[in-house]
């Protein structure tokens, strides 16, 4: 069975720290995604990357990077954390060209800044 | 600015009832519109709609997208418990590196 896997289910951390999410999937695909998610305002694209090293800012990079040095692994950074960060977290793989419906999501992290 | 648009944002509805989710967009360079439903884990993919008029079906779940009037819905008929979720609405736009711009999602909830 296909899988995107996200590292951590639950984190607690505290304003200021570094905060490191990592994501890894097994399909072999190109497309890599960080959304987070908020009540009332849905997923709002962080970055996506389509190939290793490459990477692209989404709607909302503001405080975060983002790092692929492989292509199975996609890593979401908080330089430093914020309570407007607390929020749900969804890593999403693609194949390239997918037209959507390749999209497979991982279970999320739910990060809560304190 | 490309926008996703879904109403209402909450239902709740008995069993065996029939619901209709809206789902309204502005893209630029429309491709396709998916449907995805959310029962607090990863999204699962539903539908994926790419021609206007056509109705795509599995069991009691249907979708049809007018891409005139720049919309889709979601039905779900003889409603179950089990259908209680986060329904997410997303429109994928070319050449933006296949990404999705998702609306706010509708939560319905299914009472016994």
């Known amino acids: 069975d296909v899988k995107v896997t996200q590292s951590s289910r639950y984190l607690v951390k505290r304003t200021g720290e570094k905060v490191f999410l990592e994501c890894v999937q097994d399909?072999?695909?190109?497309?890599m995604f960080w959304y987070r998610q908020d009540p009332g305002l849905g997923l709002r694209l962080i970055y996506f990357s389509y190939d290793v090293k490459m990477k692209e800012k989404g709607d909302i990079p503001e405080g975060y990077s983002v790092s692929r040095e492989k292509k199975e692994r996609f890593s979401l950074i908080l330089e430093s954390a914020s309570t407007n960060q607390t929020s749900m977290y969804l890593c999403?793989?693609?194949?390239?060209?997918?037209?959507?419906?390749?999209?497979?999501f991982g279970s999320g992290t739910r990060l809560t800044v304190v | 600015e490309d926008k996703v648009v879904q109403s209402p944002l909450s239902l709740v509805v008995h069993e065996g009832d029939t619901v209709t989710l809206n789902c309204s967009y502005e893209v630029t360079n429309f491709r396709s519109l998916l449907w995805y439903k959310q029962e607090k884990k990863a999204p699962t993919f539903l539908f994926m709609l790419t021609s206007s008029g056509i109705e795509k079906k599995s069991g009691r779940l249907s979708s049809i997208l007018d891409n005139k009037e720049l919309f889709s819905i979601l039905n779900i008929t003889a409603t179950q418990t089990g259908d209680s979720a986060v329904y997410l609405c997303a429109v994928s736009p070319r050449n933006q590196g296949g990404k999705l711009i998702f609306g706010q999602g509708t939560e319905l909830s299914v009472k016994p």
């Open positions: 399909m072999d695909h190109e497309n």
């Open positions: 999403a793989s693609s194949f390239l060209g997918a037209l959507g419906y390749g999209y497979t």
